[in-house]
């Protein structure tokens, strides 16, 4: 018997291993640092302690200040790959950085490779690789798909004051010409189909000129995630950041900056910085569920 238990501990080991293997074949590193950089930080918020989401957010984020902005890191010749890049991010890149940073934290683990799992698991539909479709590049469908398999919840709709858009996301289509993927017919065509259900979109948003009032400000917690509602025709949200409060409670901006050319706690409070954007009209709230 002991034997029995023995050779099926071996097999469930050995099948384990190999799916490792495999997935591991489809991640692409900016450099050798990328899985000792992820591990000194895990190690960091492991030995913090934190346990709540949000502030464990805030803890990676002010880790990562500082990090240069490199936009269009994703991007690859071929097929699609998990990218680790942790020296370098967008405003994209870094909210999923720091989810797969405090969700790896919260699992109670503290390898690169669990955090690449978690990664993967926010940045495709899913939670898997397929193709450059398969990245959820339309943050309202990032926010609907992770929703429905509870990773996040947006409470924008529940904070007082909400307003709601309606908008179709053809934004990238539209654009082929700036998307090297989608010359690739069948990764447009793809990228169209799943387009398609967002025609006519109707998403809640919260008025920028409201942020600063105290029933909004109420609702807010560190670490959650604001998406930056656009004005541009065909997309929803052009930038992304997380907030955190500074000592007496009021809300900053962090995140990666394209005009600074790095990871940034903005010094503004969040209404002022919002003011200053004109192409932004509010804000999608987005929280990690515990």
């Known amino acids: 018997m002991k034997k029995i238990f023995l050779a099926t501990a071996l097999l469930l080991l ?3 291993a190999s799916a490792n293997a495999a997935s591991q074949q489809w991640m692409r590193f900016h450099c050798g640092n990328d899985t000792t950089i992820i591990n ?3 190690k960091k918020g492991y030995d913090s302690n934190i346990s709540s989401p949000g502030d464990l957010m805030e803890f990676y984020g002010k880790e990562l200040i500082g990090t ?3 936009a269009h890191t994703l991007e690859c010749d071929g097929e ?21 940073l405090t969700r790896t934290t919260l699992n109670g683990r503290y390898s690169w490779r669990d955090y690449a799992n978690n990664l993967e698991d926010i940045r495709y539909r899913g939670g898997q690789i397929d193709g450059y479709a398969g990245r959820l590049h339309y943050v309202s469908d ?5 929703s429905h398999r509870g990773i996040l919840t947006e409470i924008t709709s529940s904070i007082p004051g909400t307003r709601y858009e309606t908008k179709t996301l053809d934004y990238m289509t539209s654009h082929r010409d700036l998307y090297p993927a989608l010359a690739d017919s069948a990764a447009y065509a793809r990228l169209k189909s799943f387009e398609i259900a967002y025609r006519s979109h109707r998403f809640p948003y919260i008025n920028k000129n409201s942020v600063g009032s105290d029933k ?7 670490g959650d995630i604001v998406a930056l509602v656009t004005k541009t025709d065909g997309l929803d949200v052009s ?8 000592e007496k409670g009021v809300f900053h901006l962090l995140y990666a900056s394209s005009a600074k050319k790095e990871v940034v706690l903005e010094k503004d409070d969040l209404k002022e910085s919002l003011r200053r954007n004109r192409n932004c009209t509010g804000i999608r709230v987005i929280r990690i569920k515990e």
Do not use: G
Not at 81 to 95: A, M, P, R, Y
Not at 216 to 222: G, I, P
Not at 239 to 246: F, G, K, L, S
């Open 239 to 246: 930038h992304m950041a997380i907030i955190v409060a500074d």
């Open 14 to 16: 050995s099948t384990f």
């Open 80 to 100: 699609e790959q998990l990218t680790i890049n942790i020296e370098q991010l967008d405003c994209t890149t870094f909210v999923e950085t720091l989810y797969a």
């Open 68 to 70: 240069p902005y490199v």
């Open 40 to 42: 000194q930080l895990l």
């Open 142 to 146: 990032w926010i609907i798909d992770n």
């Open 216 to 222: 909004v400000t109420d609702k807010l917690r560190t």
